[in-house]
C-alpha cells in the first residue's frame, strides 16, 4: 500500500517554487503578491490564512493581508476593486465563508479572473469546462498534483468522485475526464441522490471522497488495488478524521492518503502555484 504524503509532496513544490520565484523577483524586481482578505474572526479561517501566510513565506511570496474585523458588502466589493487595479497583487484570495449578510458570489464575481488564482470565478469556471487555460480551483488541482508526482494515472479508468460541490466535486470531475496528462478518466460524480453509491465505489479504479462525513468510504465499498483519495477533513470527538474510514479501507487500496497530511497541504501548494503562474501573466512571462 502506497501512503500518498500530501505534505512531504507540497514541500517539494514549495521548494521548487521557491528557485523559480528568486529566479523571476530577480530579472522583475518584485516578488509576485497575493492578496488574502480575511472578514471576522472564524477560527478555522484564521487557521487557513495563517497556514497560507508560511507558505507564502517559504515560497518567497509577498503576502499582502487584509484582515477586517467586519465589513459592509459595499465596503468589501470596494476592497476587491482596488486590489484588482493594484500592480503590485497578482493574485486574490478571499477567505470563505464570509460572515453572514455578506454575498460571497457577488465579491466572487469581482475579481480580475487574471488575479482569481482560487479559480472560482465564473470566467475560469467556463474555461475549465471547456478545456481552456486558466486558474483552476486550489484542491482538484492539488489532487491531480498529488497523483501525477506518484505516476498514478487515471487515463482509461473508472473514476469515481463522491460529492458535487462547485469547490471540489464538480471541477474534478471535469479536470478528471478531460484530455491531458494525469486525465482521461471514465468519471462518475456520484451524490446523495445517487442510487446505489456503495455499488458505484466497488466498480472504481480511483475513489475521490468530497462528501463532508466522517469515515463515509468504508473498506466493503472498495475494490483490491483501488487508488483512494480523500478530500474531506471533520473534526470529530476522537480528532480529525476524513471522508474515508482509513482503516478499514488501507488493507484493500493500492494506494490511499491520510487525514490530515494528505490533500490540505497539497491544496495550499496548489494556491502558490496558481500565484506564481498570475505574476508570469502579469508581467508577460505567459
Not at 480575511?38 to 517559504?58: F, I, M, W
Not at 465579491?107 to 470565478?121: A, Q, T, W, Y
Not at 482538484?140 to 460529492?163: E, H, S
Request: charged share 25%; net charge negative.
Amino acid at each position: 500500500m502506497i501512503l500518498l504524503d500530501g505534505k512531504e509532496t507540497a514541500r517539494q513544490v514549495r521548494e521548487e517554487l521557491r528557485q523559480e520565484v528568486d529566479v523571476l523577483s530577480e530579472k522583475y524586481g518584485r516578488k509576485p503578491g497575493l492578496a488574502v482578505i480575511l472578514v471576522g474572526d472564524d477560527p478555522a479561517s484564521q487557521v487557513y490564512v495563517r497556514n497560507k501566510e508560511r507558505a507564502c513565506e517559504d515560497c518567497g511570496i509577498e503576502s499582502i493581508p487584509h484582515k477586517i474585523s467586519s465589513a459592509t458588502q459595499h465596503e468589501l466589493e470596494g476592497l476587491i476593486q482596488e486590489l484588482n487595479r493594484d500592480v503590485k497583487v497578482d493574485g486574490i484570495l478571499m477567505q470563505l465563508p464570509l460572515p453572514k449578510g455578506l454575498d460571497s458570489q457577488k465579491c466572487l464575481d469581482l475579481i480580475d479572473p487574471d488575479k482569481d488564482v482560487d479559480g472560482f470565478h465564473p470566467v475560469n469556471v467556463g474555461k475549465l469546462s471547456l478545456g481552456l487555460p486558466g486558474f483552476r480551483p486550489c484542491t482538484p488541482a492539488g489532487v491531480i498534483n498529488l497523483l501525477k508526482r506518484y505516476d498514478l494515472d487515471p487515463a482509461c479508468k473508472k473514476a469515481v468522485v463522491i460529492g458535487r460541490s462547485n469547490i471540489v466535486g464538480k471541477p474534478l470531475a471535469m479536470m478528471l475526464s478531460q484530455s491531458g496528462p494525469c486525465a482521461n478518466a471514465t468519471v462518475t460524480l456520484c451524490h446523495s441522490r445517487t442510487a446505489d453509491l456503495a455499488a458505484e465505489c466497488r466498480e472504481a479504479d480511483f475513489i475521490f471522497a468530497a462528501v463532508g462525513l466522517p469515515k463515509f468510504v468504508t473498506g466493503d465499498m472498495v475494490k483490491e488495488g483501488a487508488v483512494v483519495v480523500d478530500v474531506g477533513i471533520n473534526r470529530t470527538d476522537e480528532g480529525l478524521c476524513g471522508d474515508v474510514d482509513f482503516e478499514s479501507v488501507k488493507a484493500k487500496a493500492h494506494a490511499i492518503t491520510p487525514v490530515p497530511g494528505g490533500v490540505g497541504p497539497m491544496t495550499i501548494a496548489q494556491l502558490m502555484v496558481n500565484t506564481v503562474e498570475a505574476f508570469k501573466i502579469h508581467v508577460g512571462e505567459k
